[in-house]
């Protein structure tokens, strides 16, 4: 599983690879400025009966919600489908090379939705675990869950675990 660490202030860390089965307590997240740094996970209650991860591994925070990610084209996908909508609107869609091209879109408009991931987040540290197994009892984001005291991150001026 690949996991964007962050730390209750949501400041990017860094990411590391882990195995949810071997539940290491100690892993090296590399940061975006490539420097590497240890970074403590407490595994305690965090993994459900069916290996499907419970809590944050990374700030302990009970609750976390689903999203869905976009592969990096999906703008520009975005961008030749509009394209595609307004050439079948003004009628140049009879030229074969026209209906060929929007063939394309269509096919490059499903790529994106079989491509979107789904990861799960951690409401207190922003913390994103992908290509794990998650449970159903895990929700889309929820205002009234974000706004909870108990999910609200920590003051960016606050002290890292590692400088206090």
């Avoid at 407490?42 to 419970?54: H, S």
Wanted: some cysteine; hydrophobic content about 45%; aromatic content about 6%.
């Amino acid at each position: 599983m690949q996991v964007t660490i962050r730390d209750r202030a949501r400041r990017t860390i860094g990411a590391a690879t882990v195995d949810p089965a071997a539940r290491p307590t100690i892993v090296r997240a590399s940061a975006p400025d490539g420097s590497q740094r240890e970074v403590y996970l407490d595994w305690e209650r965090a993994v459900d009966d069916g290996g499907c991860l419970r809590s944050c591994v990374a700030c302990g925070c009970q609750r976390l919600y689903r999203r869905r990610t976009l592969p990096r084209f999906a703008p520009f996908a975005l961008v030749l489908a509009a394209a595609g909508v307004v050439v079948g609107v003004l009628g140049y869609s009879n030229d074969p090379l026209v209906l060929a091209a929007l063939v394309v879109l269509v096919g490059l408009d499903a790529a994106v939705l079989v491509l979107a991931r789904t990861e799960l987040v951690c409401y207190r540290c922003a913390t994103a675990y992908r290509g794990g197994r998650i449970a159903k009892y895990h929700r889309p984001w929820d205002a009234r869950t974000a706004a909870d005291p108990d999910c609200a991150p920590d003051s960016p001026d606050a002290p890292l675990p590692s400088d206090a």
